[in-house]
């Protein structure tokens, strides 16, 4: 079992959740008025040591120093990992052992037991009094979620946007695993209507319109503070009914996968659909 451990950070909060804390953090660090990204999920950063703030970003030189006996980060391919720069993979193999957890699941059920199997591997008390509690808000927030789009038909889209491009992003429900989850509660999903996407579709914004049917729009957190001032000077977004019908929420995607956070981004979503109306 390894003593010291470095961890990306939304893998260091979702351990953080199951109860095992890491020693060293790298990844998404940034900070709003004193708060961290929703990425970062509960990490004190008073209780770690920082060696990367943002994608691309690893000191090798400190990680060496403080010399983690494990690194944990995601991986995509089977060969990289996801928040280490190319150009440090070799130094970083050199320093410590590393583990690639693969990122892609179909629920976030599936996707949290991973976490919790880790937490449990590395010494955590994973039958805890605090994780049960955890687990009990996250169903009662998914129990609510699934009777609320049974009664009200609501329909859901899950976008995003990259303003400056011109480019609208519908997300492909079969890709995130949250989304998989809330199909299974029963939330009528809308997905998009063309190309073969993996995570989501491009559209120009003249396409905004061909979502109409959706009732309720989810839009991506990582971008919607960045964008929202310029998407008030598109007019096909700001006619879309969901828009004008201020029913317009954030969608917390790659939050940590823990039964705290998720228990949180889904009881937030019940509230919101909960207080939704069909637009036609």
Known sequence: MPATVAAQSSIAAALWDNGYQVDVVYGELTETDGELDYQAGDIDLSQVEVVGRTYGELDVQQ????????????????????????????????????????????????????????AGELGADTGSDDLVADEEAYRSALEQLGATAEESGLQVAFVSADVDAGTFYVANPGFFPELGTLGETGLDIVEPKSGDPI????????????????????????????????????????????????????????????YRAYGEVFQEMADALAGSEPVE
């Open 63 to 118: 990680l060496g120093v403080l010399a983690p006996e494990l690194l944990v980060d995601y991986t995509f391919d089977d060969e990289t990992l996801w928040y280490v720069p190319s150009r440090s993979a070799k130094q970083v193999e050199n320093l410590t052992q590393t583990l690639g957890i693969g990122g892609q699941y179909t629920t976030t059920d599936e996707a949290i037991q991973t976490f919790l199997d880790l």
């Open 199 to 258: 995570h989501f579709h491009a559209y120009s914004w003249e396409q905004v319109a061909d979502y109409s049917e959706a009732d309720v729009l989810f839009f991506d957190a990582r971008v919607y503070d960045l964008v929202r001032d310029k998407l008030d000077s598109i007019d096909t977004w700001t006619s879309h009914p969901a828009v004008e019908a201020g029913q317009v929420f954030p969608w917390y995607a790659a939050a940590p996968y823990s």
